[in-house]
């Protein structure tokens, strides 16, 4: 029974007014030329009075941090600003009770802070949430948390309740609040998730090891000194669109071989454009990338292909082959590498990303996750030297995440350099030796990943429209930074 009907017994046109449904695949619901005819389209058909409906496309815009975008194509707009998109679509047909299947996904923090925002103002307003999620610290103002495990609901409560047992999340997919995984490891028993709280908490029990912390944030920033022959130079990139705005502008760094990057920012900061620099999907208005100093404009698109790889935010962009195997056999293929050798790579990048024994199946009959590692695996069957992932985690839950990040760090200890764009900061904290932070087309930070979490950089991720996960936030109130969990709890001592 939902909204006192059977939703087997309404149409779609019936419950379309009173039932808002944003999917997780929020490209497929986007179809009009323009954004404001795209939130326009739900009302209009609903009948709403025409003034109504350029209020409430206004409304919404603002809501999503879309104003000033009415005129632009939804095609044109980054993965975060289409899924801005498709909320505000929703929101403007004013639904009794809004379905979110993981609304956040594709967006930074700055942006799953707004929706999470819009969120309570629609319950304050009276409206029903039903959200689907994997990031329970994002969720402590529910009312109710879920656990659905295997198609069946294992846990229901509040969600302090659910985040004190972090193994059963963890166990289910879903990263467990990271506070609780400290509590856990420092045997603290129920204890407050509250950042105020938890730092209590903590004092009370355990004196900081200052000593052991110093000593390896200075073997951090020795081992960041050493030189590496170079794998990739920027030299001033700038890209510029027709009307003459920047896409990036200026960007100078050096890369260099066996390195594990992140690159973080904003929605539309300029991080898959600069990234796309680097494999020659797009040419530069100024400057140049080079690779192994190789102009990336002066090589053969082979050659490009067998140095560089480079996998999509959407890995339904680069599938089109029948068979798993297929699709990897593809690129080392058309590079026309030797028999024997094809077959070496092809049977190692599956297994790599162990998708052994699905040779055969249709990559599209593949969950989201499985997808993901097809496309990963039809980019290492090449043999790169260096791998670029765009949001490589996106949709995919704990479980999945771990696995695509621990198979990542396999290859960048086998000697892969490896780049990859997130907005998932616990991932940087967890994986990256360095982020680069891009802010409005430039490069604002490039550095060790602990002091690009430094309480010295708050401002900084506040402007680039990043918010640092918890546990770093906690370990501040004690002058230190730490990168997850397990190393906060590692910096204290118990009391006497």
């Known amino acids: 029974n939902v909204l006192g009907a059977v939703p087997s017994e309404r149409t779609v046109a019936e419950a379309a007014g009173s039932v808002g449904f944003v999917f997780q695949e929020f490209e497929n619901q986007l179809f009009s030329t323009n954004v404001e005819q795209e939130v326009a389209f739900g009302p209009e058909n609903l009948g709403v009075d025409p003034d109504e409906i350029r209020s409430r496309v206004a409304e919404c815009l603002r809501l999503v941090g879309l104003s000033g975008f009415e005129n ?15 909320i505000a679509s929703v929101l403007s047909m004013k639904p009794d009770l809004l379905l979110l299947d993981e609304p956040t996904t594709d967006l930074d923090p700055e942006g799953r802070a707004s929706v999470h925002r819009i969120i309570r103002s629609l319950r304050a307003a009276g409206a029903t949430i039903l959200l689907v999620e994997h990031d329970v610290e994002s969720l402590l103002d529910f009312d109710v948390l879920a656990l659905m495990q295997c198609g069946k609901i294992k846990m229901q409560g509040s969600p302090s309740a659910l985040c004190a047992d972090p ?7 879903v990263r467990p609040h990271q506070i609780a995984v400290a509590y856990k490891k420092l045997d603290i028993q129920d204890a407050p998730l509250d950042l105020d709280e938890a730092r209590r908490a903590v004092n009370e029990r355990f004196t900081p090891d200052r000593e052991r912390y110093s000593a390896i944030v200075e073997q951090e920033r020795r081992d960041a000194q050493k030189e590496r022959p170079s794998e990739i130079e920027a030299c001033e990139l700038t890209h510029s669109f027709e009307r003459g705005s920047f896409a990036i502008h200026d960007v100078s760094l050096k890369v260099g071989q066996g390195e594990f990057v992140a690159i973080v920012g904003r929605n539309g900061s300029g991080k898959t454009t600069f990234a796309k620099h680097l494999n020659g999907l797009l040419k530069p208005s100024e400057g140049k990338a080079i690779i192994r100093e190789r102009d990336v404009q002066k090589m053969r698109l082979s050659e490009l292909a067998r140095r560089v790889g480079f996998v999509f935010q959407n890995p339904d962009s680069q599938i089109f082959c029948e068979t798993v195997e297929e699709e990897v056999r593809f690129g080392p293929r058309n590079l026309l590498f030797s028999e024997n050798e094809m077959r070496r790579l092809v049977d190692g ?18 969950t989201k996750g499985e997808r993901q590692r097809v496309a990963i695996a039809s980019t290492l069957s090449c043999d790169p030297d260096l791998l670029i992932l765009d949001e490589p985690t996106t949709g995919l839950d704990f479980t999945q995440e771990r696995r695509v990040m621990s198979m ?14 997130t907005h998932s900061l616990w991932l940087v904290l967890h994986y990256a030796k360095r982020v680069v932070c891009f802010s409005d087309g430039s490069v604002v930070f490039d550095g060790p990943v602990r002091d690009f979490f430094s309480p010295e950089n708050d401002s900084l991720l506040a402007d680039a429209g990043l918010v640092p996960p918890k546990i770093v936030e906690l370990s501040h109130r004690f002058g230190m930074t730490a990168l997850s969990a397990s190393e906060f709890a590692s910096f204290f001592t118990r009391r006497g």
Not at 409 to 420: A, D, E, M, P, V
């Open 167 to 173: 193994k059963l999340l963890s166990d289910a997919g």
């Open 349 to 366: 990048a599956i297994e790599t990303v162990d998708l052994k024994g699905k040779e055969k199946s249709d990559p599209f009959c593949l």
């Open 72 to 86: 632009r194509e939804p095609a044109t707009l980054s993965g975060g600003e289409k899924q801005r998109l498709a």
């Open 408 to 421: 990542l760090s396999q290859l960048n200890h086998l000697g892969k350099t490896i780049l990859f764009i």
